[in-house]
Structures are given as C-alpha cells and as structure tokens.
C-alpha cells in the first residue's frame, strides 16, 4: 500500500520559513515525479511545484517562483518544499503527490492527507 507523509507545516509568521518533507512509501522511488499542491478554504486545490526523478527538472507555480524550493533525496524516498518568505496568501493545506514518470500523459495517482500551513500578517 502506497503512503505519502507530510510533515513540517505549522504557523508562521509573514517573512518566515517553513520546510515541508513528504516521505513516500514507493517502490522504485526514482521513478516518479513528485509534486506539492495547496488547498486553501474556500479554494480549488492548486499546483504549487514539482520536480522529475533525478531532481534535476523543476517546476513552479507563479506565484511561488524565487520564494519556494522543491527538492527530493532518493536515497530517503523524501521529498522537500522549501519555502521562503512566506506570506499570507500561502496560508494552505500543502499536499504531496506523486505520479510515475514512466506513462507520459497521467494524472497524479498517489496523495498524501496534507499538512496545514497558517502564515499570520
């Protein structure tokens, strides 16, 4: 059974930082792209980064972009989110996703239960 775990979320204050760690039970780690996402309340859940399996190719929503930081340590089975400068719009419910590299065009199949990121003004 496939498990994603989220952790390190908290309150924080606006300008501080927070990094979140997602540790997947995968087989063949490597060979899925994993991703971030936010649900705010009242919101649709939205793509906040991703990065392939070598960690080598990255991506950012806009509004994210020179704030926040996706890494993964294949060796862990984890992946990281970074994040900088927080503000209150991050304000969220950041999940974890992953979905295989292998099949070109797929959904994310695989979702953690998120962890809450409150960032007060």
């Known amino acids: 059974q496939v498990q994603l775990v989220e952790s390190g979320g908290g309150l924080v204050q606006a300008g501080g930082s927070l990094r979140l760690s997602c540790a997947a039970s995968?087989?063949?780690?490597?060979?899925?792209?994993m991703g971030w996402f936010r649900q705010a309340p009242g919101k649709e859940r939205e793509f906040v980064a991703d990065?392939?399996?070598?960690?080598?190719?990255?991506n950012y929503a806009d509004s994210v972009k020179g704030r926040f930081t996706i890494s993964r340590d294949n060796a862990k089975n984890t992946v990281y989110l970074q994040m900088n400068n927080l503000k209150p719009e991050d304000t969220a419910v950041y999940y974890c996703?992953?979905?295989?590299?292998?099949?070109?065009?797929?959904?994310?199949?695989?979702w953690g239960l998120g962890t809450q990121v409150t960032v007060s003004s």
């Open positions: 996703a992953a979905k295989p590299s292998w099949i070109t065009i797929t959904p994310y199949l695989y």
């Open positions: 995968l087989r063949s780690f490597r060979m899925y792209v």
């Open positions: 990065v392939d399996g070598s960690g080598g190719d990255t």
